[in-house]
């Protein structure tokens, strides 16, 4: 398992054009940090070691440890505010995480075995991943990285449902809890477009065949 520091210091400076400064001269990012009984803190990352983290897919579902000013406390990614044409983060937001008090995240969805599942390997199908990744419920200490899909014995049509999923203990689907119309399908084994229309051009007759009858 990864584990993932940020270094911070608290900031009293708001404001767009204090933001703007911070990313423009001191190359920083402005972020908030929120949650628990604490007020909300405003604070500044280190650009370069947050678009490093940024790079690896378990950050996002990840407990961090942010160090403000000496003082380290854990968080999770909630949110980041990109530029709309840049490669820059304008802003980010951070939850604290409370031991023995449930988060709600967005977790990763690792296909495994795509290479010899039985729809494509044995029937000549096309895997379609309809959900990259999905919001689960738990204890701070159950979060996983991701989420892992076996998709070897997944037949030519057959599709696979949230309430499907292998999950790790202690962790649950909020979705689910609000009836089987949010039972969304993760991802199926369907034949190739092509080849079905194909065989509808086949069945359908010809101009001159119909005439002719």
């Given at each position: 398992?990864?584990?993932?520091?940020?270094?911070?210091?608290?900031?009293?400076?708001?404001?767009?054009?204090?933001?703007?400064?911070?990313?423009?001269?001191?190359?920083?990012?402005?972020?908030?940090?929120y949650?628990?009984?604490?007020?909300?803190?405003?604070?500044?990352?280190?650009?370069?070691?947050?678009?490093?983290a940024?790079?690896?897919?378990?950050?996002?579902s990840?407990?961090?440890?942010?160090?403000?000013?000496?003082?380290?406390?854990?968080v999770?990614?909630?949110?980041?505010?990109?530029?709309?044409?840049?490669?820059r983060?304008?802003?980010?937001?951070?939850l604290?995480?409370?031991?023995?008090?449930?988060?709600?995240?967005?977790?990763?969805?690792?296909?495994?075995?795509?290479?010899?599942?039985?729809?494509?390997?044995q029937?000549?199908g096309?895997?379609?991943?309809?959900?990259?990744?999905?919001?689960?419920?738990?204890?701070?200490?159950?979060?996983?990285?991701?989420?892992?899909?076996?998709?070897?014995?997944?037949?030519l049509?057959?599709?696979?449902?949230?309430?499907?999923?292998?999950l790790?203990?202690?962790?649950?689907?909020?979705s689910?809890?609000?009836?089987?119309?949010?039972?969304?399908?993760?991802?199926?084994?369907?034949?190739?477009?092509?080849a079905?229309?194909?065989?509808?051009?086949?069945?359908?007759?010809?101009?001159?065949e119909?005439?002719?009858?």
């Amino acid at each position: 398992m990864v584990d993932f520091t940020l270094n911070a210091k608290e900031r009293n400076d708001l404001g767009k054009g204090a933001s703007r400064r911070l990313r423009r001269i001191a190359d920083l990012v402005p972020a908030i940090v929120y949650g628990g009984t604490k007020a909300p803190q405003s604070i500044s990352l280190e650009t370069r070691q947050l678009n490093k983290a940024l790079e690896s897919e378990a950050f996002y579902s990840h407990i961090i440890s942010l160090d403000v000013d000496g003082k380290k406390q854990n968080v999770l990614l909630k949110a980041v505010q990109r530029h709309p044409s840049k490669p820059r983060i304008m802003h980010v937001d951070l939850l604290r995480v409370i031991a023995g008090h449930k988060v709600t995240v967005q977790v990763p969805l690792h296909f495994l075995n795509e290479d010899t599942c039985h729809g494509v390997k044995q029937q000549g199908g096309i895997i379609f991943r309809n959900l990259p990744d999905i919001e689960v419920s738990c204890l701070p200490k159950d979060l996983p990285e991701s989420i892992d899909v076996d998709l070897a014995d997944l037949k030519l049509g057959e599709i696979i449902h949230l309430s499907e999923l292998k999950l790790p203990k202690g962790v649950t689907i909020p979705s689910l809890a609000q009836g089987s119309d949010h039972d969304l399908p993760v991802v199926n084994v369907m034949a190739p477009r092509v080849a079905v229309e194909d065989e509808s051009d086949a069945a359908a007759p010809e101009a001159g065949e119909e005439s002719a009858e």
